[in-house]
């Protein structure tokens, strides 16, 4: 019985780990908890507003060295982040209001390769993984589209 239950546990645990194993290794794409994001950073923390799929509405904080993807999953958004932030699927991508897409860096080659190949793709799609937190997002709200599809 004991030995059952251990088997159980191990393929639990291998079923879906909480963090991929590269991610542990090179820290990127690694979560941290919010609390400890506030704490360090305490008066630069921005907030936003993202609805999904669904339209369930998520309040979301981000702190500077923050990229977006990480500030929504930390808020419970269910994205699928299938290439752990790589810009090599397009399961993060995400819409912008045309006033705050216009003040984002632009997209690199890659991250417009991705956006190519996604579903309900606007002119103002961006993959979440590629925004990294600037004061400018502070207050913006952001939709995700009804699906995905994910080339990881
Ligand atoms: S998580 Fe895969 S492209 Fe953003």
């Given amino acids: 019985m004991f030995?059952?239950?251990?088997?159980?546990?191990?393929?639990?645990?291998?079923?879906?780990p909480l963090v991929a194993p590269?991610?542990?290794?090179?820290?990127?794409?690694a979560r941290r908890p919010l609390a400890a994001s506030f704490a360090s950073s305490a008066g630069e923390t921005i907030r936003l507003t993202m609805t999904d799929g669904d339209g369930d509405k998520f309040e979301i904080a981000m702190v500077p060295g923050?990229?977006?993807?990480?500030?929504?999953?930390?808020?419970?958004?269910?994205?699928?982040?299938?290439?752990?932030?790589?810009?090599?699927?397009?399961?993060?991508?995400?819409?912008?209001t045309e006033d705050v897409f216009d003040l984002l860096p632009?997209?690199?080659?890659?991250?417009?390769?991705?956006?190519?190949?996604?579903?309900?793709?606007?002119?103002?799609?961006?993959?979440?993984?590629?925004?990294?937190?600037?004061?400018?997002l502070d207050k913006c709200h952001i939709t995700l589209p009804n699906e995905v599809q994910d080339f990881y």
């Fill in 22 to 29: 590269r991610a542990l290794a090179v820290g990127v794409g």
């Fill in 3 to 16: 030995a059952l239950r251990r088997i159980a546990v191990q393929a639990v645990s291998r079923a879906r």
């Fill in 106 to 136: 632009e997209a690199s080659e890659e991250e417009e390769d991705m956006l190519d190949l996604a579903l309900g793709l606007t002119e103002t799609s961006r993959l979440a993984c590629q925004v990294k937190y600037q004061k400018e």
């Fill in 66 to 96: 923050q990229r977006l993807h990480e500030a929504a999953l930390d808020a419970g958004v269910d994205l699928e982040c299938a290439c752990d932030g790589e810009a090599m699927c397009s399961t993060c991508h995400c819409i912008f």
